[in-house]
């Protein structure tokens, strides 16, 4: 029989996922759910013909550098994969794989509860009550803002911005988008959702803008100082994919000026970090990096990376290809 391929995961991942990888192949798991030091993953990349990062893991160049030649494929336990140095990977030759449309529905969940909370002062209201600060209705007391009839702007129409928008729809927002090129006429029409061109001319028009797309060079603070003071005061913006996506220093400028009117937040540019002025902003929603954090979705996620260990390593090509590397 073959030699089962040495797959080293780098963080805990749910036990029924951790079984079924010792089953299949020679895995190495880290049982202490630290993220592993530099000196544990240069170890890794020197052993593992598999390597099983998460986000909290910085794959980069140098890492890369330490890599044995038996290192093939670097198989992420999720979507994003702005953790890894794609260059250095093709450069080695190695194959990157992701686990996306699994945790497309669970993450525009959490952007849409953002956007009911930031507009419906969900977590405002309950801290109010919990601190013993509600001393009975008043009219004009607690006014969020009308959900229904608001535009809704969505940067990155893949499986996460798609999900959005059919939940965006049923709560009655009108569907607006700007991405690299036009969904399908169909899909356009299903959402009756608007294309801009111009992503400049639909910040300007909307009421909510969702950031639902990866972090690339290309995208680096798509929403950049000029762009966040092209978006309307009274407008909210929400971020479900990376931090680095927003100049977060002149969003917290602008939440805490009152220049814009509101903010859902689950990723930030320093995570675990947290620019103290966004704590500061009484608009702000703010949740620590938990858009995809269900437990189906997680099972979901170690399943994605299952097969695509299994098909590569069967010396096929992995159905969730970020970069292809030699097989
Ligand atoms: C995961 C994420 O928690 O998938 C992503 O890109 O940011 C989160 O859903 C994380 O990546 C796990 O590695």
Same mark, same amino acid.
């Given at each position: 029989?073959?030699?089962?391929?040495?797959?080293?995961?780098?963080?805990?991942?749910?036990?029924?996922?951790?079984?079924?990888?010792?089953?299949?192949?020679?895995?190495?798991?880290?049982?202490?759910?630290?993220?592993?030091?530099?000196?544990?993953?240069?170890?890794?990349?020197?052993?593992?013909?598999?390597?099983?990062?998460?986000?909290?893991?910085?794959?980069?160049?140098?890492?890369?550098?330490?890599?044995?030649?038996?290192?093939?494929?670097?198989?992420?336990?999720?979507?994003?994969?702005?953790?890894?140095?794609?260059?250095?990977?093709?450069?080695?030759?190695?194959?990157?794989?992701?686990t996306p449309g699994v945790l497309a529905?669970d993450?525009?969940?959490?952007?849409?509860?953002?956007?009911?909370?930031?507009?419906?002062?969900?977590?405002?209201?309950? !801290?109010? @009550?919990?601190?013993?600060?509600? #001393?009975?209705?008043?009219? %004009?007391?607690?006014? /969020?803002?009308? +959900?229904?009839? &608001?535009?809704?702007?969505?940067?990155?129409?893949?499986?996460?911005?798609?999900?959005?928008?059919?939940?965006?729809?049923?709560?009655?927002?009108?569907?607006?988008?700007?991405?690299?090129?036009?969904?399908?006429?169909?899909?356009?029409?299903?959402?009756?959702?608007?294309?801009?061109?111009?992503?400049?001319?639909?910040?300007?028009?909307?009421?909510?803008?969702?950031?639902?797309?990866?972090?690339?060079?290309?995208?680096?603070?798509?929403?950049?100082? !000029?762009? @966040?003071?092209?978006?309307?005061? #009274?407008?909210?913006?929400? %971020?479900?994919?990376? /931090?680095?996506? +927003?100049?977060? &220093?002149?969003?917290?400028?602008?939440?805490?000026?009152?220049?814009?009117?509101?903010?859902?937040?689950?990723?930030?540019?320093?995570?675990?970090?947290?620019?103290?002025?966004?704590?500061?902003?009484?608009?702000?929603?703010?949740?620590?990096?938990?858009?995809?954090?269900?437990?189906?979705g997680?099972?979901d996620m170690?399943e994605r990376?299952?097969?695509?260990?299994?098909?590569?390593?069967?010396?096929?090509?992995?159905?969730?290809?970020?970069?292809?590397?030699? @097989?």
């Amino acid at each position: 029989t073959r030699k089962k391929p040495i797959v080293v995961v780098t963080r805990k991942l749910p036990d029924v996922i951790e079984t079924r990888m010792m089953e299949l192949f020679d895995t190495r798991l880290n049982l202490d759910d630290h993220p592993l030091t530099v000196e544990q993953l240069t170890e890794a990349v020197r052993t593992a013909d598999v390597l099983v990062p998460t986000v909290t893991d910085r794959i980069d160049e140098a890492l890369l550098a330490e890599a044995g030649e038996n290192l093939k494929l670097i198989a992420s336990f999720g979507a994003g994969v702005d953790h890894i140095d794609l260059k250095a990977a093709k450069e080695k030759g190695i194959t990157v794989t992701n686990t996306p449309g699994v945790l497309a529905e669970d993450t525009a969940d959490m952007a849409m509860a953002l956007i009911l909370a930031v507009y419906r002062r969900i977590t405002e209201g309950e !801290r109010v @009550l919990r601190d013993g600060e509600w #001393h009975g209705w008043s009219p %004009n007391w607690m006014l /969020g803002r009308r +959900i229904h009839g &608001k535009r809704l702007g969505i940067i990155g129409m893949g499986r996460i911005g798609t999900a959005l928008a059919k939940r965006a729809r049923g709560f009655g927002l009108s569907v607006h988008y700007h991405n690299r090129h036009r969904v399908d006429a169909d899909l356009e029409n299903e959402l009756e959702a608007t294309y801009w061109e111009s992503l400049d001319q639909m910040l300007a028009r909307m009421d909510i803008v969702s950031v639902n797309c990866p972090h690339t060079p290309a995208t680096y603070h798509i929403l950049s100082a !000029r762009r @966040l003071k092209l978006i309307q005061k #009274h407008a909210i913006v929400i %971020n479900t994919a990376r /931090g680095e996506l +927003i100049d977060e &220093k002149t969003l917290a400028d602008l939440l805490l000026a009152g220049d814009i009117g509101g903010a859902g937040l689950d990723v930030y540019e320093r995570e675990p970090n947290i620019n103290p002025k966004l704590l500061r902003a009484k608009t702000a929603v703010l949740m620590p990096h938990m858009a995809s954090a269900t437990l189906e979705g997680r099972i979901d996620m170690g399943e994605r990376v299952i097969i695509n260990i299994k098909t590569f390593v069967d010396g096929h090509r992995p159905p969730d290809r970020v970069l292809e590397g030699l @097989l």
